[in-house]
């Protein structure tokens, strides 16, 4: 039975270029999720720090307390990078992906 | 008009996450990829150089001591030079690879002045525990970008950076400049805000 065993092996190994396709699809689900969760991480700390907020009670607020708002700069990291670098890295993944067929 | 030191902390606090962020994707898809757009390699060793270049204004308005200045002025000097090595292998202007070591020793050098030029007992305060923490984070977790040098495709090396970098950054954004740390503050840190 050796032809039967060397169909067995075949289907229990997934070939390299499936190996490579699985890794990178787990990669950019990966990539794609660093905004979001950097998003995420900011409005938990909003709503548990809303004192952080300055902007929903400006009034008797001083320059910089209204200008640097930690929440919200976290909230925008995650927003820019969601915006601006993951979709290109993403793009860029698959044609790795493409040029490794 | 000048800031409080807590505004400036959370402004290098985003400097880190950004960092953080950009060397988590970094690792996640390996250098090559990474790479294949030049802008984006140019990312996280600009936003270091910046990050270095806006310690000079925090180097000349916080002058606290003496030591403050050595710290703050050591702390633009390694961030510019491993900043200005990053850009310059990403463009081809450097080429062997042991500039990345000027990395680790940005984190050695920050971590060594942030332990330095703390003078108060880690539950002094609030700002004194995080300058401890931080100081001891950077020197421990330097041994990340190190190692990175000579196996720079490494996933796990990347994300230690990269988690490095967070964790410094979460540091960050927890300074206060008078605030209680696990219930404790020095009768003389001065009254309390959170």
């Not at chain 1, 909003?46 to 607020?61: K, N, S, V």
């Not at chain 2, 984006?40 to 925090?58: E, K, S």
């Not at chain 2, 401890?132 to 990175?148: D, E, L, N, Y």
């Amino acid at each position: 039975m050796p032809g039967m065993g060397m169909s067995v092996g075949m289907r229990a190994e997934p070939a390299p270029l499936d190996q490579s396709r699985g890794r990178r699809s787990v990669q950019a689900r990966v990539v794609t999720a660093i905004g979001p969760l950097t998003i995420f991480a900011g409005v938990l700390w909003a709503f548990a720090q809303p004192y952080r907020l300055t902007f929903l009670h400006p009034r008797g607020q001083g320059f910089w307390w209204l200008a640097v708002e930690p929440p919200l700069l976290v909230i925008l990291v995650g927003v820019l990078f969601g915006a601006f670098v993951a979709p290109g890295l993403v793009e860029d993944l698959q044609a790795t992906e493409e040029d490794e067929r | 008009m000048q800031p409080e030191a807590e505004f400036v902390h959370w402004l290098f606090a985003t400097g880190f996450l950004v960092l953080g962020v950009c060397l988590l994707a970094e690792s996640v898809v390996g250098p090559d990829v990474w790479g294949r757009s030049i802008w984006r390699a140019y990312l996280w060793p600009g936003a270091m150089f910046v990050m270095g270049v806006c310690m000079w204004p925090v180097m000349i308005l916080f002058t606290n001591s003496t030591i403050h200045m050595v710290a703050h002025s050591a702390w633009a000097q390694v961030l510019m030079l491993s900043g200005g090595a990053e850009l310059a292998l990403a463009r081809g202007k450097l080429r062997s690879p042991y500039w990345h070591l000027t990395v680790g020793l940005a984190l050695v050098v920050s971590g060594a002045a942030s332990l330095v030029h703390e003078q108060n007992d880690w539950l002094f305060s609030r700002a004194a525990f995080v300058h401890h923490a931080m100081g001891w984070v950077m020197i421990a977790g330097a041994i990340f970008p190190i190692a990175r040098t000579f196996r720079p495709r490494s996933f796990a090396l990347g994300a230690g950076f990269a988690a490095t970098l967070l964790v410094i950054s979460v540091l960050l954004y927890s300074h206060r400049d008078v605030a209680e740390i696990f219930g404790h503050i020095s009768p003389i840190a001065g009254t309390p805000h959170r």
